[in-house]
């Protein structure tokens, strides 16, 4: 006897498949109304839908519709179209962390800033093609961020109910960028330890990834303060949880998987958790090669390897699979306390597992 395979969280109630509905309606008008403003921008539209539509796990509306969900809020399409709006912010942080880090691709292809370096050298435009390609970047992941503005307020939700959402909205979109700072304070100063590697994750991923997202679906849903409080105590230690299993992918995991070259993370000069755990437990010669090589565009191959085999060595890796394992603990811990709709319970549970046990 066979037995089909559990329908991920992210795909139940059709959730997927609407968020991904609402993505290309909204992308659908406002590609028109570029249109109708000059022909020349075409490729903005075609770059937006392709990055947008074209990848991506669809965690956070995942994490916000259960967490509407759960707080007794009612299935609706409009919910869902609200929701969906958090695609837009995860790509403009997207596009504009490429930049910043100057990485070569995402998802397999190119990022943004590169694609539209290569377009300015095909026509033999005048100037810098890469400060070209910047720009457009930068202006990219703008317009991005404010369609994510645009969607949350045009989903056709009550407006009582979108302001009840918005100090949320607002509040994870200011921690994102004060987080992305203090990433690149960090590479800038070389600063290596846990303590700023944990603030740098709280702040530039883990909280937006899971607790804003969730706070914002209890939100549209009047959730009560003890609601709130569990999902707080649930989206903060399995948020940063999930920026530990990217951590960990960002050196280790597999590039056809990830989309991302192996050890790219390396080479960007990373302080994550994992690293900063490395140093700390290396000796003096350890420490000198993680530290010389650590950020070096020119990293190759076996330098890859060599940095790889002495996180391992030192223990660093088995460290941080021990602390994933630690705060997914606690999240699900926090769970249990406090009355919530029973599928959607288990719906934030399969989350939790499948948001720290990726492989991409």
């Known amino acids: 006897m066979t037995h089909a395979a559990p329908v991920s969280p992210v795909d139940r109630a059709g959730l997927r498949q609407r968020v991904d509905k609402a993505l290309t309606e909204f992308l659908a008008g406002r590609r028109s109304w570029m249109a109708g403003i000059d022909d020349a921008l075409t490729p903005i539209a075609e770059t937006i839908e392709g990055f947008v539509l074209g990848g991506g796990k669809r965690l956070r509306p995942a994490f916000a519709y259960w967490g509407f969900r759960g707080a007794g809020g009612v299935d609706a399409d409009q919910v869902v179209t609200a929701l969906a709006a958090l695609e837009f912010f995860q790509a403009s942080a997207l596009i504009h962390d490429d930049l910043m880090d100057r990485s070569d691709t995402r ?111 209890g939100a549209l849903a009047a959730a009560s303060a003890d609601v709130c409080t569990a999902y707080s105590a649930y989206g903060l230690p399995l948020g940063e949880a999930f920026q530990l299993r990217d951590d960990v992918l960002g050196v280790f995991g597999d590039p056809a998987q990830t989309g991302k070259p192996a050890g790219d993370d390396l080479r960007e000069g990373k302080r994550t958790y994992l690293v900063a755990a490395a140093v700390e437990a290396a000796d003096e010669a350890g420490r000198e090669l993680l530290l010389g090589r650590l950020g070096d565009p020119e990293l190759d191959g076996d330098g890859v390897t060599r940095l790889r085999e002495l996180i391992s060595g030192t223990g660093a890796l088995a460290r941080t699979e021990q602390r994933i ?13 406090v009355d919530l709709d029973t599928e959607a319970r288990q719906a934030l549970v399969d989350l939790a597992i499948a948001a720290t046990r990726r492989a991409d």
Do not use: N
């Open 107 to 217: 998802r397999g292809e190119p990022a943004v800033h590169r694609r539209f370096a290569t377009r300015h050298r095909a026509h033999g435009w005048g100037g810098d093609p890469d400060a070209f390609g910047d720009a457009a970047a930068i202006l990219l992941g703008d317009l991005c961020l404010v369609w994510s503005d645009e969607l949350l307020h045009s989903a056709g939700l009550d407006p009582h109910t979108v302001a009840r959402a918005r100090p949320v909205f607002d509040e994870m979109r200011g921690e994102v960028t004060v987080g992305q700072y203090l990433d690149v304070l960090t590479q800038a100063t070389g600063e290596v330890s846990l303590d700023r590697a944990g603030k740098v994750a709280r702040y530039k991923s883990a909280k937006y990834t899971v607790e804003r997202p969730l706070l914002l679906g």
């Open 325 to 337: 394992v630690t705060l997914t603990d606690a999240a699900l811990a926090a769970l249990a306390g």
